[in-house]
């Protein structure tokens, strides 16, 4: 049975996790066990739930438990989840998020202890490897497009932003749900990784660059496909010890795009299909 209840007051202590605590803070609330995150709208939240995260509690638009909310509640119920549910106006819901929810729905969702590198990259042919990638809209894009276009997983180093931070989730589109991922341990990623049996690619602007349809790199039976933070790029010492510098031919002396824009023209070029 799942029990609605109406929140008019906005520091009511049941909205603490949705409104007072910041991301790290939800992040690390459970230490040393794995910690909370939020995701947002009814097709994001069902690909969470249906990718075996567990629901702590919902928070709803009124005008939405009889729209794409009850749908939600329903899937909810089905699975067995016995939440509490909380429903605010919409000009609530604006206040705790900083921006109307078009779809008003956040539900509040556990963490779960972070596959190894081995385990994601078990099956995998082709992976895309994200180096300080800090900027939560650029790795919420990234990780879209691989899921997309024949990426199989995805790596993220330690200096990157942490994928299930809210942004990250929305601008995935919850597909950080459907295709598998990890952090790399902060020592010896390169080594584990072609250790795995990868060719790497280095996607960089260098003079040693070769074609993104080069057949000697499509061809590869594993491939892992490198790309850095939006600015800086690569690490230099990461491209020097890549097998391959991959760049991607442009026009009208444009010398680079968007990481997240780069990572779609790769992965479709380089990815399974």
């Known amino acids: 049975m799942i029990h609605i209840e109406e929140i008019t007051n906005l520091e009511a202590p049941e909205l603490s996790i949705y409104n007072e605590q910041s991301e790290v803070q939800l992040l690390r609330i459970n230490e040393p066990e794995p910690g909370i995150f939020i995701a947002e709208s009814p097709k994001v939240i069902e690909r969470a739930l249906s990718a075996g995260y567990e629901p702590i509690s919902l928070l709803i638009e009124s005008g ?72 939560p809209t650029n790795a919420g894009a990234i990780v879209r497009s691989a899921a997309a276009l024949g990426i199989d997983a995805v ?29 790399l341990p902060e020592d010896g990623s390169m080594d584990l990784i072609k250790g795995l049996g990868y060719s790497t690619v280095a996607m960089a602007l260098r003079d040693n660059s070769r074609q993104i349809d080069d057949s000697e790199i499509t061809s590869k039976d594993k491939l892992a496909i490198f790309l850095g933070a939006e600015g800086d790029g690569l690490l230099p010492e990461t491209i020097e010890v890549c097998d391959f510098c991959v760049k991607i031919p442009m026009s009208h002396d444009v010398d680079s795009l968007n990481v997240a824009a780069a990572s779609a023209v790769a992965f479709w070029a380089l990815g399974n299909h």
């Open 64 to 135: 939405q438990i009889k729209g794409e909310g009850a749908l939600l509640l329903d899937k909810m119920k089905a699975l067995s989840f016995d939440v509490p549910v909380f429903t605010a106006s919409d000009e609530l819901l604006t206040h705790i998020t900083g921006f109307h929810l078009t779809r008003g729905v956040l539900c509040a969702m556990k963490r779960r202890v972070l596959p190894t590198v081995n385990e994601v990259c078990e099956n995998a042919k082709r992976i895309a490897v994200l180096e300080n990638v800090t900027n």
């Open 155 to 183: 790596l993220f180093s330690h200096g990157c932003t942490d994928p299930l931070y809210r942004r990250a989730i929305r601008v995935s589109m919850g597909n950080i749900f459907l295709i598998p991922w990890t952090f």
